[in-house]
Nanobody, 114 residues
Framework: QVQVVESGGGLVQAGGSLRLSCTTS????????MSWWRQVPGKQRDLVAR???????TYADFVKGRFAISRDNAKRTVTLDMSSLKPEDTALYYC????????WGQGIQVTVSA
């Protein structure tokens, strides 16, 4: 059974940093585009950052220059390094694997206090 598991969330003060990790199992990780999304209650889920199978990255405008996405195919892991965090970055963050099929993690909370 495919698993997509996020880790590393938590509470941080504004201006601080966090690293989110997402590990996968039972998929050929190197063949999947990986991305991070976020959602706050009552709003749509938004794309935060994406890294394709060739490690080309794209970012939402609201995180450019502050967040960095990377992948380690050997460890089947995608990482989101978040810095200069703002209270508006508070959300449930989801990892998505997109390839032959699509898989989502269950989400992990990131809370940035003012």
């Amino acid at each position: 059974q495919v698993q997509v598991v996020e880790s590393g969330g938590g509470l941080v003060q504004a201006g601080g940093s966090l690293r989110l990790s997402c590990t996968t199992s039972e998929i050929i990780f190197s063949l999947y585009h990986m991305s991070w999304w976020r959602q706050v209650p009552g709003k749509q889920r938004d794309l935060v950052a994406r890294i394709n199978t060739m490690s080309s990255t794209t970012y939402a405008d609201f995180v450019k220059g502050r967040f960095a996405i990377s992948r380690d195919n050997a460890k089947r892991t995608v990482t989101l390094d978040m810095s200069s965090l703002k209270p508006e970055d508070t959300a449930l963050y989801y990892c998505r694997a997109n390839g032959e099929k699509e898989y989502w993690g269950q989400g992990i909370q990131v809370t940035v206090s003012a």
